[in-house]
Each structure stands twice: as C-alpha cells, then as structure tokens.
C-alpha cells in the first residue's frame, strides 16, 4: 500500500502491458494507481478522488476527445495527461485546447512522465483546496439574511455606510449594525477579506 497522500493516478489505456509498466513505475515512485482498460470502466468506478489521470489518446470504445467531453459533462475536473502514439499529435494538441493539461508522446521518457504526474497531482491538489474554500464561502454567506446580503453587496462596492443608508431606506446605525453581522457572519477579517470572499462567490 502505497503512503503517497497527494491523490491517486488513474491510467487508462487499452493496452495491458502499457498498464502494467506504467502502473510499475508510478508505484514504484510510491504514487497511488488505479488502472482501467477503458474510460467507461474508469467512469463506472471514479467516485470525485483527488488526482489526475493519464489518459490514451485512442481507444476503441471511448477515444480521448471524447473522454475529456463526458468528463467535463459529469463535472470530473481533475488534471489529465494526454498520452499519444506517434501519428496521434494533431489529435493530443486538440486535446489540449479541449482542457487536457498536457499530453506525452510514446515512448516516453519515465523521468518526464513522472515530472508531468507530479506537477498533476500537486495542481489537483490545490484545486481541491480552492474548492473546498469556495463551498465554505457559499455555506457562510447562506446564513446572512436578505438584507445582509443586501449590506454585503453594497460594502463590497465600495459604499460608506450613509450612502448605503440612503440606497436600502435604512438608518446609517442599523447599517452599521448589519455590517458588523455581515462581517462576523462571512468570518472576514477586513475589507479587503470580505472583498475576496466576494469574488469568490460570483467565481462559484
């Protein structure tokens, strides 16, 4: 069992002994491996773990274009290596423009593959982080009332708090009261906090 916690490496590849040398050499770089002969074996398994997936570019059931397709419809956003045989380069570059994060060319240097993988997993990584802050701004902001949210939106524009008054009908003192509420509420340390928070909200 591997003690590798950056996220797991899903090979798909319709060819077994490319699956097992590549699952070989990952594993034996203490990395995490799940192998699938095709992408609808990997999408009946595939349960939203961090990691990336190292993909075939054809393949007879489902080829690579196609893959990335119905991995972006099922919301399946972490990182995929495109890996290509020698005529298949036009069909690895549209790939890419079809957000494949990068592609290797058979055969591949261990030492390059390994690097992608890396640079993979550690950009999963922080996509997982990236989401979960996200979810907890979405969670927090849920809690503000219609007139908080109201508040928030006119703080984070930039409003004083008489402007503010003026604009909702409202007491510059119960505007002070609401945004001191909007503050505790969005646990934001600051302006400039509360401001990212709000980006991150109209980002979600």
Avoid at 81 to 89: L, N, P, T
Avoid at 101 to 107: A, G, H, Q, W, Y
Avoid at 145 to 156: A, D, G, P
Wanted: negative net charge; hydrophobic residues 40%; glycine residues 4%.
């Amino acid at each position: 069992m591997s003690t590798n916690n950056k996220g797991t490496v899903f090979i798909i590849d319709d060819d077994d002994d490319f699956r097992e040398s590549v699952t070989w050499l990952l594993q034996s770089e203490d990395l995490e491996t799940q192998a699938f002969a095709s992408a609808k074996t990997f999408l009946d398994y595939y349960q939203d773990e961090i990691g990336c997936i190292l993909l075939d570019v054809r393949m007879p059931d489902i080829n690579g274009l196609s893959a990335l397709q119905v991995f972006k419809e099922k919301k399946i956003n972490i990182p995929v290596i495109i890996i290509s045989g020698h005529g298949d380069i036009p069909m690895a570059v549209s790939a890419m423009k079809h957000g494949a994060s990068d592609f290797i060319e058979k055969p591949f240097d261990d030492e390059h593959l390994l690097k992608l993988v890396n640079q993979c997993l550690s950009k999963a990584e922080e996509q997982a982080q990236s989401q979960s802050s996200s979810l907890q701004v979405q969670q927090v902001y849920e809690r503000l009332s219609r007139r908080e949210k109201e508040v928030m939106t006119l703080v984070v524009e930039g409003k004083a708090n008489r402007e503010i008054a003026e604009e909702l009908g409202i007491s510059p003192k119960t505007v002070e009261v609401h945004r001191s509420r909007v503050m505790n509420k969005m646990e934001a340390e600051s302006l400039p906090d509360l401001v990212k928070k709000s980006a991150i909200l109209e980002g979600a």
